[in-house]
């Protein structure tokens, strides 16, 4: 199972980038796909995350209002659309997917299992 995530790049403040998180190897069952992110210096941390049963998603309150995950079925790929992007948004974005279980959108690291490689998105005052 492999997750590729792509899509970071260089950005002025109060602009957009997408993301994406496409699955590739073997096929896998999956409660949920989120997105983390690493600055440098700190934690990593809960961004977005959404269910792939029913589409339901759940975002960290600093990124509320300027985010929105998606996901396409028929692609097996997850995306992450971020608009308003601020300097504080800066830092390695990581895909990650949890096992089958459901249990809604997760925002634990612990419930995800496979993790894609990183994608750095940089914002510019």
């Known amino acids: 199972v492999q997750l590729q995530a792509s899509g970071g790049g260089l950005v002025l403040a109060g602009g957009s980038l997408r993301l994406s998180c496409a699955q590739s190897?073997?096929?896998?069952?999956?409660?949920?796909w989120g997105w983390f992110r690493q600055a440098p210096g700190k934690e990593r941390e809960f961004v977005a995350a959404?269910?792939?049963?029913?589409?339901?998603?759940r975002y960290a309150d600093s990124v509320k209002g300027r985010f929105s995950i998606s996901r396409d079925g028929a692609k097996n790929t997850v995306y992450l659309q971020m608009n308003s992007l601020q300097p504080d948004d800066t830092a390695v974005y990581y895909c990650?997917?949890?096992?089958?279980?459901?249990?809604?959108?997760?925002?634990?690291?612990?419930?995800?299992?496979?993790w894609g490689q990183g994608t750095q998105v940089t914002v510019s005052s």
């Open positions: 990650a997917a949890t096992g089958p279980a459901y249990s809604g959108p997760n925002y634990r690291e612990s419930e995800y299992i496979y």
């Open positions: 190897g073997r096929a896998f069952a999956s409660n949920a």
């Open positions: 959404i269910t792939w049963r029913n589409g339901v998603a």
